[in-house]
T-cell receptor
Framework: DTAVSQTPKYLVTQMGNDKSIKCEQNLGHDTMYWYKQDSKKFLKIMFSYNNKELIINETVPNRFSPKSPDKAHLNLHINSLELGDSAVYFC????????????FGQGTRLTVV | KQEVTQIPAALSVPEGENLVLNCSFTDSAIYNLQWFRQDPGKGLTSLLLIQSSQREQTSGRLNASLDKSSGRSTLYIAASQPGDSATYLCAVADSNYQLIWGAGTKLIIKP
């Protein structure tokens, strides 16, 4: 029973398209995150939601918009995809904003062609 | 600005050896430090979390230490096994509760 699940696992799409990545956690956590892993394997935080409210919004293009319909879900919608958006995106959750312990999804490998 | 560095970038050792992975950070004002392993296709798995007030944590064959004053953490793996092969990532939670990540150490355990 996967604790943090994100779909799809792989996503190949053309430039200019709009796509969404979904994330769900069944741990009862209050805080969820989206990270982007670049080619050098660094993970950088993009967004953080606590109890459905946006807490952290790093400098990412406005084309990226997170949506949290409830505490258990944090979806990432990307408009007008660009080649540079190709990366692995990780969803994560933690019990609270203090990052007591973070649990990660499997990652979504996005390839923009 | 917090920066996290992991050395070495890659490590290959024979099965059965004990080994140490290193993580250093530039700002000692952290809330906690976590070690993760990353397996292809399986995402990230949290291994150990050390609160800023703690000096070490142990789980099975893994032991992580934290020296905030010197900005260092080590992950000690005893009696390594081929199943330990993975990329190990270190992350610190900074004063804004964000996780700042190192680039990881790719570990290969040779049978």
């Amino acid at each position: 029973d996967t604790a943090v699940s994100q779909t799809p696992k792989y996503l190949v799409t053309q430039m200019g398209n709009d796509k969404s990545i979904k994330c769900e956690q069944n741990l009862g956590h209050d805080t969820m995150y989206w990270y982007k892993q670049d080619s050098k394997k660094f993970l950088k935080i993009m967004f953080s939601y606590n109890n459905k409210e946006l807490i952290i919004n790093e400098t990412v293009p406005n084309r990226f918009s997170p949506k949290s319909p409830d505490k258990a879900h944090l979806n990432l919608h990307i408009n007008s995809l660009e080649l540079g958006d190709s990366a692995v995106y990780f969803c994560a959750s933690s019990q609270d904003i203090l990052n007591t312990e973070a649990f990660f999804g499997q990652g979504t490998r996005l390839t923009v062609v | 600005k917090q920066e996290v560095t992991q050395i070495p970038a890659a490590l290959s050792v024979p099965e059965g050896e004990n080994l140490v992975l290193n993580c250093s950070f530039t700002d000692s004002a952290i809330y906690n430090l976590q070690w993760f392993r990353q397996d292809p296709g399986k995402g990230l798995t949290s291994l150990l979390l050390i609160q800023s007030s703690q000096r070490e944590q142990t789980s099975g064959r893994l032991n992580a230490s934290l020296d905030k004053s010197s900005g260092r953490s080590t992950l000690y793996i005893a009696a390594s096994q081929p199943g330990d092969s993975a990329t190990y990532l270190c992350a610190v939670a900074d004063s804004n509760y964000q996780l700042i990540w190192g680039a990881g150490t790719k570990l290969i355990i040779k049978p």
